[in-house]
């Protein structure tokens, strides 16, 4: 299933089957019970695509921005082939060489941060722009950093498997991990 939404502009017929031939060029490296969110926003200086594929509280995020339409397509839609490729080679890899250990190791303690690093952040003068809500997926800590990677984000939410609410984010050349209460 493909959603297509455009923001800021009205998205011709020629351009959204434009976006199922390109998607079309990956459809058959996913499962068939993967769907694609796509948004196509107007910027000040172009266009900006994120197709996002859903399959099974799995996300994969590939992402662009151009003068016109038709390259921010064919550049977001090269951004999540790599990104696939990346991830299978990450799966095969996984189960050749058990790097479960190797993630492990890289892992550093949370009571590292402390609320020294903090205290010069003046709150009065933040304005949250975006609110969102979500439903963490259960999964194990490696399969959070692959969600995370595959998102392009700096920290990911999810449930562990055993039921704590965790937060795996980016921390150097590593990964922290805080568990919530």
Partial sequence: MINITA??????????DGIDKELKRIEKMLPDSASFDVTLARIKDGYKCDITVINVGSFIRGEAKADRIEPVVDMAVD??????RKLKTFLVDKKRKGAIDEIADAFIPPEE?????????DASSVEIKR???I???????DEAIVQMEMLGHSFFIYLGLDGETKIIYQRGKGYGLLICD
């Avoid at 923001?7 to 959204?16: D, N, P, S």
């Avoid at 951004?79 to 696939?84: H, M, N, P, S």
Wanted: proline residues 3%; hydrophobic residues 30%; without cysteine.
């Fill in 131 to 133: 609110k969102k809500t």
């Fill in 113 to 121: 941060i402390s609320m020294e690093d903090f205290e010069q952040f």
């Fill in 7 to 16: 923001r800021g502009f009205e998205l011709k017929q020629g351009t959204k």
């Fill in 135 to 141: 439903s963490p997926q259960m999964m194990t800590d």
């Fill in 79 to 84: 951004d999540l082939k790599r990104k696939i």
